[in-house]
């Protein structure tokens, strides 16, 4: 496995190895040896989770978990293509505030790590899209929050026209990121 760290700290752009042939691919994309050499040892992932999307331009996010069941996520789109999104949203982070996006697709076959203290949120780039994704923590409505996929003071050049955006009820209604309360604190 390749990791590259991105531009906001934490963030870590992942791409699995694929060995073909004739009869298709095997790919390992996850092993817990590989995360421990980069320093991801202290997680561990207890849910998968499976998303399908039926039209293009649907924009599911940004969410998070407030602790105790802070997630951190390991997204990949094994079916057509995805902007995925991570913001910070840990205070005194040199970051807060800074996201960072990144193509996921069943082609280029990369993956995104998450960690706790971030929002995370995906817009399909294809129809019929699959999106799978392993979380260190189950999921808790009672801690379940979000932010606004288009609040200006986070700046996200999502790749579509917002007119085009394809929304939850519950996403059409997050607040702004400083409407918020901190949820999380940056720790060095």
Known sequence: MNFEPLEVADVIEITPKRHGDARGFFSE????DDFGIVGLEAYRFVQDNHVYSAERAVLRGLHFQLRPHAQGKLVRCTRGAIFDVAVDIRSGS???GCHVGVELSATN????WIP?????GYVTLEEHCE??????DYYSPECDRGIA????ALAIDWPLSKTDIIL?????KQP?????????HFSA
């Open 109 to 112: 076959w990369k993956q995104l």
């Open 131 to 136: 999106v799978i994704y392993k979380v260190t």
């Open 168 to 172: 939850s009820e519950k996403d059409r």
């Open 116 to 120: 706790p203290g971030f929002a995370h």
């Open 149 to 152: 996929w288009d609040d200006p």
């Open 29 to 32: 994309t996850y092993r817990a």
């Open 94 to 96: 040199p970051t807060y």
């Open 176 to 184: 702004r990121l400083s409407e918020i309360p901190p949820a999380f």
